[in-house]
């Protein structure tokens, strides 16, 4: 079987830099590795729970946490950021108030703050975000796979690649499919490559979305 890498660990330090930056010492660090996940949790649920979204694309393309001893400082990259700005004037200090609660941060002021993105399809959380709303509205996956691509082909993107894995369409053996438009080098380490898996409940059972992005090659 091939080795499967995940092409973002790949290509750290060249293409791709940290989601996270802090330091911390060898025994506190595991303690700062889950509160970056349960930080990132609590915003995609508040996201899900406050904004009724018509297409079902909550936008969250990827969050930025930087660590100082006083300060964390929150950067939510959206596609349409409109979402949760409009609506409730209030809504982002809503939001800060519910993740300062949740991990009663006394000696740390917590700051959050939106930063939108040009071409929201061009980024492979929102693309899976879309597919997984088309698949939960029961529209063929094939249809749904060629939508995302069309989309991500006018946000300029050089290739895109989409998997499909689990029980499609509710057939009682699962599989996988794929479809690739474009280029998309995973072997060369100076191609900028955005990859995510998601997971998507449908009625049938769990399906496992992937999607690979080819952006540019540094020369």
Not at 8 to 18: I, K, M
Not at 174 to 187: D, S
Request: proline share 3%; hydrophobic share 35%; with cysteine.
């Amino acid at each position: 079987m091939g080795q499967k890498i995940n092409p973002l660990g790949f290509r750290l330090g060249t293409t791709q830099s940290h989601h996270s930056l802090w330091f911390a010492q060898p025994k506190n660090y595991s303690e700062g590795l889950q509160e970056d996940k349960k930080i990132r949790d609590c915003i995609k649920n508040y996201v899900q729970k406050n904004i009724r979204i018509s297409s079902g694309v909550e936008g969250i393309a990827r969050i930025k946490i930087q660590k100082r001893i006083d300060l964390i400082q929150v950067i939510i990259y959206m596609g349409f950021p409109k979402l949760l700005i409009e609506g409730k004037p209030r809504r982002i200090e809503e939001l800060q108030m519910n993740v300062q609660k949740k991990f009663n941060c006394v000696n740390r002021k917590l700051n959050i703050g939106i930063t939108r993105i040009a071409n929201p399809y061009g980024h492979p959380n929102i693309l899976a975000e879309f597919i997984a709303g088309q698949l939960k509205n029961r529209v063929s996956f094939r249809k749904a796979m060629k939508k995302a691509i069309e989309l991500t082909e006018q946000a300029g993107t050089k290739g895109v690649q989409v998997q499909i894995a689990g029980r499609i369409d509710g057939k009682e053996i699962a599989r996988v499919e794929w479809i690739r438009e474009g280029r998309v080098p995973l072997q060369t380490i100076r191609a900028k490559i955005d990859y995510c898996s998601y997971t998507v409940r449908t009625i049938y059972g769990v399906l496992g979305i992937k999607i690979w992005i080819f952006v540019n090659e540094e020369q």
